[in-house]
């Protein structure tokens, strides 16, 4: 998505009403398949809902229009506006606020998107966002729909979304445990999601990878190459349905580009502006459960591999299931603290009489700005416990085993 040349502000007023217009979908319910046919403001709902309505963070809606050579602009990803909040975060009217948005566009003409993973802050930026409960593929074309077919008989999707563009699809996969935008393992500690560290080189616009900083010690590690999970996880499917031949390239048949997390996806209801077609859910599975990422990704191998393993490596792929868990759910176990749905939180720590609640809590990992204790949920159950919290936790050995037995205790065995 590029914008070159002048963008077109017309496109509203060659819509023509389309009010009556309802869209097929086939549901997967208890009782088997149900064919339907519904309003495109309903598929709407049905995709944000299936994607937002756990999450505590923000989601970005993003609309673009098309210049005068047909290319399309996406212009919103500097609004702060276009990142609400979803439906984990205790607003009720979190899906009709989504759908407003959604709504004004639509009637302006524009190409509307919706972002499958949520934001920390009212930012475009990857850095931005920390977590995925979604793994997806963006399918060119509608020619190579066998191999997909091949795919979904082993690994059942939660949703087809008909893209209206090339006759292709949009895949989503539901994942049990969050994968983290990045990890870090340094003297055999993991860093979950350390922040990136770059610099200008030179004269010009290009930065420079320095390293890795934890949020958590303020520790920089370079030289280590970081593992990006989502990424590596939608890599996976994209070169498990290979490769064909286009224009003379060797190119994958699902777009390479959809990998990224920042990615946006089409919504479906909403008018591609190119055919003029609706976008739609052609299948929405209300049974499929989550998959263990272990299960949807372990046997499929990287780009680089060059044969799969006899045994394949499953548990090679997840990361620690335990700093998967959300900060909500752990505090309430381990700390019987009950998130609110926007603030800060009294610090956990029973030295801190923290009278005006200084402790922020994100999905994941937690921070007191009084006395500067935070860290992930191993920091949490030794800080209850009277124990290190931060570099010193992460230097002992037995301080950490023990740390993690009191988590493995409060959850079992994952």
């Known amino acids: 998505m590029t914008n070159t040349g002048t963008i077109e502000t017309s496109a509203a007023a060659t819509r023509t009403d389309r009010k009556d217009i309802e869209l097929p979908i086939t549901h997967r319910l208890p009782e088997g398949l149900v064919e339907d046919a519904l309003p495109p403001e309903r598929h709407q709902e049905l995709h944000l809902r299936m994607l937002h309505c756990r999450t505590r963070g923000l989601v970005e809606i993003a609309a673009g229009r098309r210049d005068s050579g047909g290319e399309l602009y996406i212009y919103t990803r500097e609004r702060a506006d276009h990142f609400l909040p979803g439906g984990g975060a205790g607003d009720p009217m979190w899906l009709e606020r989504l759908l407003s948005v959604v709504a004004d566009h639509h009637e302006r003409g524009d190409d509307v998107f919706v972002g499958p993973v949520s934001h920390v802050v009212a930012s475009a930026n990857r850095e931005d966002i920390h977590w995925s409960e979604w793994a997806w593929l963006d399918i060119d074309g509608a020619e190579h729909l066998g191999r997909v077919e091949a795919l979904l008989h082993r690994k059942p999707a939660k949703a087809r979304i008909y893209s209206a563009g090339s006759g292709g699809e949009h895949l989503y996969w539901p994942l049990r445990r969050p994968l983290p935008a990045r990890t870090v393992t340094v003297d055999g500690r993991t860093i979950v999601n350390p922040a990136e560290v770059t610099e200008h080189d030179g004269d010009s616009e290009r930065t420079r990878l320095l390293g890795y900083r934890d949020t958590s010690t303020k520790e ?7 593992v990006h999970w989502i990424e590596k996880a939608n890599l996976r499917l994209i070169h498990s349905l290979g490769s064909a031949t286009r224009d003379g390239r060797e190119v994958y048949v699902a777009d390479v580009k959809c990998r990224n997390r920042s990615r946006l996806m089409r919504l479906a209801g909403t008018v591609h502006g190119e055919t003029g ?27 680089a591999t060059k044969r799969r393993p006899r045994r394949p490596g499953l548990r090679r792929f997840a990361p620690d299931p335990y700093l998967q868990i959300p900060a909500d759910e752990y505090f309430q176990r381990l700390a019987r603290i009950e998130l609110p749905a ?12 923290d009278v005006k609640p200084s402790c922020s809590v994100t999905d994941y990992v937690w921070y007191c700005h009084g006395c500067g204790a935070a860290g992930t949920i191993y920091d949490l159950a030794s800080l209850l416990d009277g124990g290190p919290t931060g570099d010193v936790l ?21």
């Open 220 to 226: 920089l590690v370079s030289g280590i190459p970081a």
């Open 277 to 303: 077609e609706y976008a739609r859910i052609s299948y929405l599975d209300h049974r499929l459960q989550p998959y263990d990422p272990r299960f949807l990704l372990g046997d499929l191998p990287d780009p």
């Open 342 to 353: 926007r603030g800060n939180i009294s610090c956990p720590s029973p030295t801190h009489p």
């Open 394 to 414: 992460a230097a002992s050995g037995p301080e950490f085993k023990r740390a993690k037995q009191l988590v493995r205790d409060a959850f079992g065995e994952l």
